[in-house]
Nanobody, 118 residues
């Protein structure tokens, strides 16, 4: 079993910054990619940013140029630096890890609340 623990969420004013962190632990054989997803009330859960162990990244259009995802493969940790936050970024942010080789499994953290006040 893999456990994911997120940290760094909180309340921030519009225009401010936060950095989220997520560390995977437990029965990890291989982490292929990690990422961040978010869900706001009344909205579908959406991909925010992902990064593979090789360093390939993908971002949602809404966060390009403002958010940066990075990882420390040795620590199985992924970070999300969020700058120029606005009210539309308010959501619960969930960490995701894709683990495996022959069989791929996805694991999720409990989520961390990010609230941006205008």
């Amino acid at each position: 079993q893999v456990q994911l623990v997120e940290s760094g969420g909180g309340l921030v004013q519009a225009g401010g910054s936060l950095r989220l962190a997520c560390t995977a632990s437990g029965s990890i054989f291989r982490v292929n990619a990690m990422g961040w997803y978010r869900q706001a009330p009344g909205r579908q859960r959406e991909m925010v940013a992902t990064i593979t162990t090789g360093g390939s990244t993908n971002y949602a259009d809404s966060v390009k140029g403002r958010f940066t995802i990075s990882s420390d493969n040795a620590k199985n940790t992924v970070y999300l630096q969020m700058n120029s936050l606005n009210s539309e970024d308010t959501a619960v942010y969930y960490c995701n890890a894709e683990v495996g080789r022959l069989v791929i499994s996805d694991y999720w953290g409990q989520g961390t609340q990010v609230t941006v006040s205008s």
